[in-house]
């Protein structure tokens, strides 16, 4: 029975987290590419530096809100 629930949450989860993911890595390129049109090449790589520091706040952001979507 647990086997049966696991499996359809992994498959009602599935979609909206890899687009979720798909748009957050996409909005990063587009600011890096805006920050470095506009404000220029050091403001870029001090974005690109703090990345990793962004990506693991947002897996901590998805660890606790999709698991708080499961009854």
């Known amino acids: 029975m647990s086997n049966e629930i696991i499996t359809h949450k992994f498959r009602e989860l599935l979609l909206p987290s890899l687009l979720i993911a798909m748009a957050l890595n996409i909005a990063s390129v587009v600011d890096a590419s805006f920050v470095s ?5 050091d403001a870029q790589a001090a974005l690109q530096v703090l990345e990793p520091l962004v990506l693991l706040i947002t897996i901590f952001e998805w660890l606790f809100g999709l698991g708080g979507q499961i009854k």
């Open 37 to 41: 049109t506009f404000i220029g090449h």
